[in-house]
């Protein structure tokens, strides 16, 4: 049995934006907890949560960590999450395996945009969180302005849980509003008035115990012990509270606090479905089957990949055999970690509420889950930020593959890709500093190095008008020669046109058989009578015209949205073969295409824009100068607005950077693929000059 029962287990996840403190805070705890005997410091790369290299030389957190401590009595995993926005994937992955999330903020810097981004994940995930307001020691505090934001900005649910003792240099500790001490000369607030207001907003929670407040009767510690939790996990309450981690101070209170109001695992509802299709309602019972989902996965140097489950039911122990979800093939469990973040403790059996990791299990990815059902996959953000790599060193290109999977393995919101039309090696992430780091990473852990540029815009070619025209292939060199005579029709074949609509007997008295290739969106019709063109030979003609299609005619982009007809041809009974018909296809295509008045097609894709509600006027603006059209716009809630517009991909390639020039780093955004469109004239001979000039260069 494992050693701790489910009610004794509180799984948190420390969040907020970079420079709050968490790391320095949770180092403090582990060495007030007896984990560590030497508090390291994350400014000297010496902290002992922080030890990836890339954290020490640029002195922030990149990806969560796992931690565990045992504080009067009680199991407490805390997860250490980035501060950056740019690394929010590992701080959702961190949410979905906790009950809990604490939300700290820099007391001298408010609220800040991961601040806000953060507590609204953890309210998807259905989590019970908490405010902390740490470097109350700091310089320009104004404890009342700040208390006012937060409510604002998250809700009227916020209340002290306890209220700091002085502030500044002056700050030497915290009173707690649920047993007040005797001496609160020193409180900001009135401590008395802030008990009361606590005590009510509690037990609003409970029906029942709402009606014996309102006759007067106040709950006993052990009733309060048991509608704290409960206030809590269905967000009457979001406690408030205060601390210096460097200073130490506030740090006891604060266990205590998520000791006494953080959920158990198995406070919240979770489900999972069966093979049937019926859900399961996952009730954290040690005996029912193991199920479990995998919310992190990392690659370490010395036991290879690592993946970090959460438990929600069933029990799991050395040597078991887990079943993977959608897969016949089990996973053997040759040795359960507790993870101390990168050192690694054997556990013999873990139960619900544990967060454990096993190594070497190939099978086992982000979001797999573990048993015989499946629970709702946790959704990532969609990165944005995209380059073009190619390894410096020739011959790496198999290294480089390698390495990059095993990122995309770690990361869910880094993703790599060969681009079919473009033929680049495309790596997307969060932000070009996310990239940044990678790349780091490869060349540290990988010993691979890439090079690194915009990637191509995938343009499209198409036609506007119908053209007609025909190509003659003749060739001879001695022996057999070839010939092959094609003559065609081109239309117009916009996306969304139906081909049995599209191919009637008006247009096509002489319509023999058609069929349409969605990959490129082109309608192939044979209307040739008289056998002109002997039918063996049309397979070769219509695999010109896709060879053509691939490569491009007037700037090298892929075609699409095309109708050909071939109508007519000739033949020799000796010279013709499929090579000379499917030359003849590829220029007959090639020259009516030019005179069909061809254009090209660009990428549109929607956009939400998230900013400060003072921002709108200039993204606004800034959008229209990139060809954006507005579609509407909304509150986003706590002074920030959404913009909803569709733009051309190529205005936002780099529009990370932009937006966060403009707000100061507040707004983010997410785009999605919407259709393609033509591109103005002005700009297109750009685009086309543009193409054979890198043409050339290769």
Not at 509 to 517: A, I, N, Q, T, V
């Amino acid at each position: 049995m494992a050693k701790y029962q489910v009610e004794n287990i509180r799984n948190i996840a420390l969040c907020g934006h970079c420079g709050a403190g968490k790391t320095t805070m949770l180092d403090k705890i582990l060495h007030m907890t007896g984990v560590i005997n030497h508090i390291g410091n994350v400014d000297a790369g010496s902290s002992y949560c922080d030890f990836d290299e890339e954290e020490k030389a640029h002195k922030y957190t990149i990806e969560s960590k796992v931690t565990h401590f045992d504080y009067k009595g009680k199991l407490f995993n805390v997860l250490d999450t980035p501060g950056y926005p740019d690394f929010i994937g590992q701080t959702v992955g961190a949410l979905w395996g906790v009950d809990n999330a604490v939300v700290v903020v820099n007391a001298q810097s408010g609220i800040e945009v991961n601040t806000r981004r953060v507590f609204q994940e953890a309210g998807k995930a259905g989590l019970g969180r908490f405010i902390v307001l740490n470097k109350m020691d700091g310089d320009n505090i104004d404890f009342d302005a700040l208390m006012e934001q937060i409510r604002d900005v998250f809700g009227s649910e916020c209340f002290l849980m306890n209220v700091p003792l002085g502030v500044g240099s002056k700050f030497h500790g915290v009173a707690s509003v649920i047993n007040p001490p005797a001496d609160t000369s020193d409180a900001l607030v009135d401590v008395a008035s802030a008990h009361d207001e606590f005590v009510e907003q509690v037990v609003m929670a409970d029906d029942e115990w709402m009606e014996k407040f309102l006759e007067g009767e106040v709950p006993s510690e052990a009733d309060f012990a048991q509608l704290l939790p409960k206030a809590v996990a269905s967000g009457t309450v979001i406690p408030v509270l205060c601390t210096s981690g460097k200073g130490e101070m506030g740090l006891a209170e604060l266990l205590d606090a998520l000791s006494l109001a953080a959920i158990a695992p198995n406070t919240i509802v979770r489900a999972a479905v069966n093979g049937a299709g019926e859900e399961l309602e996952l009730k954290c019972d040690p005996n029912a089957p193991l199920v479990a989902r995998v919310f992190k996965t990392r690659s370490d140097p010395f036991v290879q990949k690592l993946s970090f489950f959460r438990i929600y039911d069933g029990s799991v122990k050395n040597g078991d055999t887990m079943q993977v979800a959608g897969s016949r093939k089990g996973v053997k469990v040759a040795q359960l970690f507790q993870m101390q973040a990168s050192q690694t403790t054997n556990l013999d059996e873990a139960g619900p509420g544990y967060i454990v990791a096993i190594a070497k299990a190939e099978d086992l990815q982000t979001n797999t889950t573990i048993g015989n059902a499946a629970m709702e996959p946790i959704v990532f953000p969609t990165p944005m930020v995209s380059l073009a790599a190619t390894p410096k060193s020739r011959g790496d290109e198999g290294k480089l593959s390698g390495a990059l999977a095993k990122l995309c393995d770690e990361d869910p919101t880094f993703r790599r890709e060969q681009d079919p039309q473009t033929k680049e090696l495309v790596i997307t992430g969060m932000s070009e500093l996310h990239l940044q780091i990678l790349q780091e990473r490869l060349k540290r852990r990988d010993k691979v190095e890439v090079d690194t540029k915009e990637p191509k815009i995938p343009y499209r070619e198409t036609i506007q008008v119908q053209g007609e025209g025909s190509y003659r292939h003749k060739k001879q060199s001695g022996g057999s020669g070839q010939f092959g005579e094609v003559h065609i029709r081109m239309y117009p074949f916009p996306e969304g046109t139906n081909p049995e609509e599209f191919c009637t007997k008006d247009r096509f008295p002489s319509l023999k058989e058609f069929h349409h290739d969605p990959e490129f969106n082109f309608l192939w019709v044979d209307t040739v009578v008289g056998g002109t063109i002997p039918g063996n030979f049309m397979p070769a003609i219509e695999k010109g015209f896709k060879e053509r299609m691939t490569r491009g005619v007037i700037a090298g982009y892929r075609v699409q949205d095309v109708c050909c007809e071939v109508y007519f041809g000739k033949h020799h009974p000796v010279d013709s073969n499929e090579t000379a018909f499917k030359t003849a296809g590829s220029m007959c295509f090639r020259n009516v295409f030019q005179n069909a008045k061809p254009t090209l097609l660009e990428p549109i894709v929607k956009i939400e824009i998230t900013i400060p509600t003072d921002k709108v006027g200039d993204i606004s603006g800034d959008l229209s100068t990139r060809r954006g059209r507005p579609i509407g716009m909304e509150s986003a809630g706590g002074g920030m607005q959404t913009i909803k517009a569709e733009i051309p991909l190529a205005e936002v390639t780099t529009y990370a950077r932009v937006l966060a020039s403009m707000t100061g780093g507040q707004g983010s955004y997410t785009i999605e693929f919407d259709r393609y469109d033509v591109v103005p004239g002005n700009i297109i001979q750009e685009i086309i000059a543009k193409a054979k000039l890198e043409e050339e260069e290769e």
